[in-house]
Protein backbone atom coordinates (compact mmCIF):
# COMPACT_ATOMS: atom_id res chain seq x y z
CA UNK A 1 0.00 0.00 0.00
CA UNK A 2 1.21 3.77 -0.80
CA UNK A 3 2.42 5.07 2.43
CA UNK A 4 0.25 8.22 3.83
CA UNK A 5 2.95 10.78 3.18
CA UNK A 6 3.56 9.62 -0.37
CA UNK A 7 -0.39 10.29 -0.88
CA UNK A 8 -0.48 13.81 0.52
CA UNK A 9 2.21 14.65 -1.29
CA UNK A 10 0.73 13.57 -4.16
CA UNK A 11 -2.67 15.50 -3.41
CA UNK A 12 -0.56 18.57 -2.63
CA UNK A 13 0.79 18.31 -6.05
CA UNK A 14 -2.48 18.13 -7.40
CA UNK A 15 -4.02 21.14 -5.67
CA UNK A 16 -0.73 23.37 -6.52
CA UNK A 17 -1.32 22.18 -10.43
CA UNK A 18 -4.87 23.13 -9.81
CA UNK A 19 -4.36 26.56 -8.54
CA UNK A 20 -1.69 27.27 -11.63
CA UNK A 21 -4.53 25.91 -13.85
CA UNK A 22 -7.25 28.87 -12.20
CA UNK A 23 -4.68 31.75 -12.03
CA UNK A 24 -3.32 31.73 -15.71
CA UNK A 25 -7.00 30.06 -17.49
CA UNK A 26 -8.05 33.95 -17.89
CA UNK A 27 -4.57 34.79 -19.46
CA UNK A 28 -4.93 31.82 -21.75
CA UNK A 29 -8.46 32.52 -22.86
CA UNK A 30 -6.85 36.34 -23.26
CA UNK A 31 -4.97 35.29 -25.63
CA UNK A 32 -6.95 32.69 -27.44
CA UNK A 33 -9.36 35.30 -28.18
CA UNK A 34 -6.73 37.60 -29.37
CA UNK A 35 -4.76 35.05 -31.63
CA UNK A 36 -7.21 32.40 -32.86
CA UNK A 37 -10.75 34.16 -31.99
CA UNK A 38 -10.41 37.14 -34.42
CA UNK A 39 -13.16 38.51 -36.94
CA UNK A 40 -12.98 37.50 -40.30
CA UNK A 41 -10.40 39.05 -42.37
CA UNK A 42 -8.31 41.09 -40.05
CA UNK A 43 -5.14 41.43 -39.70
CA UNK A 44 -2.31 42.50 -37.18
CA UNK A 45 -0.04 45.33 -37.87
CA UNK A 46 2.61 44.36 -35.88
CA UNK A 47 4.56 40.88 -36.19
CA UNK A 48 3.60 38.74 -33.50
CA UNK A 49 6.76 36.78 -32.23
CA UNK A 50 5.94 32.76 -32.16
CA UNK A 51 6.94 31.25 -29.59
CA UNK A 52 6.90 34.66 -27.16
CA UNK A 53 10.03 35.15 -25.54
CA UNK A 54 10.16 35.87 -21.49
CA UNK A 55 12.03 38.88 -20.10
CA UNK A 56 15.85 38.48 -18.93
CA UNK A 57 16.88 39.66 -15.53
CA UNK A 58 18.97 42.51 -16.92
CA UNK A 59 21.00 44.90 -14.86
CA UNK A 60 19.51 48.24 -15.32
CA UNK A 61 20.29 51.86 -14.34
CA UNK A 62 18.26 54.72 -14.63
CA UNK A 63 19.63 57.96 -15.61
CA UNK A 64 19.98 59.11 -11.89
CA UNK A 65 22.33 55.96 -11.22
CA UNK A 66 20.15 54.28 -9.54
CA UNK A 67 20.32 50.19 -10.34
CA UNK A 68 17.66 48.04 -11.01
CA UNK A 69 16.42 44.77 -12.73
CA UNK A 70 14.69 44.94 -16.07
CA UNK A 71 12.28 42.31 -14.68
CA UNK A 72 11.07 45.28 -12.16
CA UNK A 73 8.95 46.18 -15.34
CA UNK A 74 6.45 43.44 -15.37
CA UNK A 75 3.09 43.73 -14.67
CA UNK A 76 2.06 46.11 -16.98
CA UNK A 77 2.18 46.34 -20.84
CA UNK A 78 4.67 47.77 -22.29
CA UNK A 79 5.84 49.41 -25.49
CA UNK A 80 9.20 49.88 -25.95
CA UNK A 81 11.84 51.38 -28.37
CA UNK A 82 15.67 50.71 -28.18
CA UNK A 83 18.75 53.36 -29.13
CA UNK A 84 22.27 54.83 -28.20
CA UNK A 85 21.58 58.26 -25.39
CA UNK A 86 22.53 60.30 -28.92
CA UNK A 87 19.17 59.39 -29.74
CA UNK A 88 18.92 60.29 -33.33
CA UNK A 89 16.03 61.67 -35.66
CA UNK A 90 14.78 57.89 -35.72
CA UNK A 91 14.94 57.70 -31.69
CA UNK A 92 13.33 60.71 -31.57
CA UNK A 93 10.61 60.15 -33.79
CA UNK A 94 9.66 56.69 -31.78
CA UNK A 95 9.74 58.87 -28.46
CA UNK A 96 7.29 60.77 -29.93
CA UNK A 97 5.00 58.24 -31.43
CA UNK A 98 5.23 56.03 -27.65
CA UNK A 99 3.94 59.38 -26.00
CA UNK A 100 1.19 59.60 -28.57
CA UNK A 101 -0.15 56.15 -28.60
CA UNK A 102 -0.29 55.93 -24.77
CA UNK A 103 -1.97 59.38 -24.61
CA UNK A 104 -4.46 58.65 -27.44
CA UNK A 105 -5.49 55.55 -25.47
CA UNK A 106 -7.57 57.62 -22.77
CA UNK A 107 -8.70 55.86 -19.93
CA UNK A 108 -6.65 52.54 -20.33
CA UNK A 109 -3.24 54.33 -21.08
CA UNK A 110 -2.48 53.70 -17.16
CA UNK A 111 -2.02 49.93 -18.33
CA UNK A 112 0.64 50.53 -20.79
CA UNK A 113 4.35 52.16 -19.84
CA UNK A 114 6.41 53.57 -22.65
CA UNK A 115 9.48 52.55 -22.00
CA UNK A 116 12.90 53.72 -23.78
CA UNK A 117 16.12 51.12 -23.48
CA UNK A 118 19.30 53.42 -23.70
CA UNK A 119 22.16 50.82 -24.95
CA UNK A 120 25.15 52.96 -23.38
CA UNK A 121 26.43 55.12 -21.00
CA UNK A 122 26.80 58.45 -22.80
CA UNK A 123 25.10 61.42 -21.41
CA UNK A 124 21.19 61.69 -22.60
CA UNK A 125 20.76 65.17 -24.85
CA UNK A 126 18.89 67.91 -22.37
CA UNK A 127 16.37 69.08 -24.99
CA UNK A 128 14.52 65.57 -24.48
CA UNK A 129 14.19 65.88 -20.42
CA UNK A 130 11.14 67.93 -20.69
CA UNK A 131 9.26 65.12 -23.05
CA UNK A 132 10.59 62.19 -21.15
CA UNK A 133 8.43 62.86 -17.98
CA UNK A 134 5.83 60.03 -18.49
CA UNK A 135 8.82 57.77 -19.65
CA UNK A 136 10.79 55.01 -18.09
CA UNK A 137 13.83 55.36 -19.17
CA UNK A 138 16.91 52.41 -18.56
CA UNK A 139 20.18 52.07 -19.52
CA UNK A 140 20.96 47.98 -20.62
CA UNK A 141 23.64 46.10 -21.65
CA UNK A 142 23.66 46.14 -25.53
CA UNK A 143 25.04 42.71 -25.73
CA UNK A 144 22.21 41.10 -23.79
CA UNK A 145 19.19 42.84 -24.83
CA UNK A 146 20.45 41.60 -28.29
CA UNK A 147 19.42 37.86 -26.65
CA UNK A 148 16.43 38.81 -26.07
CA UNK A 149 14.90 41.26 -28.81
CA UNK A 150 14.94 40.83 -32.42
CA UNK A 151 14.69 43.53 -35.01
CA UNK A 152 13.56 41.76 -38.52
CA UNK A 153 16.77 40.72 -40.66
CA UNK A 154 18.02 43.34 -41.95
CA UNK A 155 17.21 45.93 -39.62
CA UNK A 156 18.85 47.10 -35.81
CA UNK A 157 16.98 46.90 -32.70
CA UNK A 158 16.91 50.59 -32.86
CA UNK A 159 14.34 50.62 -35.89
CA UNK A 160 11.03 49.26 -34.48
CA UNK A 161 9.07 50.01 -31.14
CA UNK A 162 8.25 46.91 -29.44
CA UNK A 163 5.37 45.51 -27.23
CA UNK A 164 6.12 43.15 -24.17
CA UNK A 165 2.96 41.95 -22.01
CA UNK A 166 2.46 42.10 -18.30
CA UNK A 167 4.18 38.70 -17.95
CA UNK A 168 7.14 39.81 -19.26
CA UNK A 169 6.74 38.64 -22.12
CA UNK A 170 8.09 39.96 -25.38
CA UNK A 171 5.05 38.73 -28.39
CA UNK A 172 4.83 41.87 -30.83
CA UNK A 173 7.24 43.59 -32.72
CA UNK A 174 6.27 46.73 -35.13
CA UNK A 175 7.55 47.49 -38.96
CA UNK A 176 10.12 50.06 -39.09
CA UNK A 177 10.39 53.79 -39.46
CA UNK A 178 6.71 54.28 -38.52
CA UNK A 179 5.24 57.21 -39.29
CA UNK A 180 2.19 59.10 -37.94
CA UNK A 181 -0.10 57.13 -40.08
CA UNK A 182 1.60 53.68 -39.15
CA UNK A 183 1.65 54.38 -35.47
CA UNK A 184 -2.22 54.65 -35.87
CA UNK A 185 -2.64 51.11 -37.10
CA UNK A 186 -0.30 50.27 -34.34
CA UNK A 187 -2.35 51.48 -31.81
CA UNK A 188 -5.49 49.50 -33.24
CA UNK A 189 -3.11 46.42 -32.15
CA UNK A 190 -2.35 48.17 -28.81
CA UNK A 191 -6.37 48.67 -27.68
CA UNK A 192 -7.12 45.18 -28.68
CA UNK A 193 -4.60 43.58 -26.65
CA UNK A 194 -5.79 45.39 -24.35
CA UNK A 195 -9.26 44.38 -24.87
CA UNK A 196 -8.56 41.12 -24.62
CA UNK A 197 -6.74 41.28 -21.29
CA UNK A 198 -9.15 43.36 -19.48
CA UNK A 199 -10.46 40.38 -17.70
CA UNK A 200 -6.95 39.67 -15.69
CA UNK A 201 -4.67 42.68 -16.00
CA UNK A 202 -5.56 45.84 -14.45
CA UNK A 203 -3.50 49.35 -14.44
CA UNK A 204 -0.19 49.61 -11.97
CA UNK A 205 2.38 47.05 -10.76
CA UNK A 206 1.51 44.73 -7.71
CA UNK A 207 3.61 45.67 -4.78
CA UNK A 208 6.55 43.31 -3.49
CA UNK A 209 5.81 41.96 0.09
Not at 124 to 130: F, I, S, V, Y
Request: proline letters at 6%.
Amino acid sequence: MPRAGSIERRRARWKLLLLLLVCVSPVVASYFTYYVVRPEGRRNFGTLVQPQRSMPDLATTTPQGHSGSLRSLRDQWLLVSVSSARCDERCQNHLYLQRQMRESLGKEKDRLDWVWLVTDGAPLPKALEPGLQQATVLRVDAAALAQWLEPEAGHALSDHLYVVDPMGNWMMRFPPDLDTAAAAKAKRDLERLLRASASWDTAGRMELK
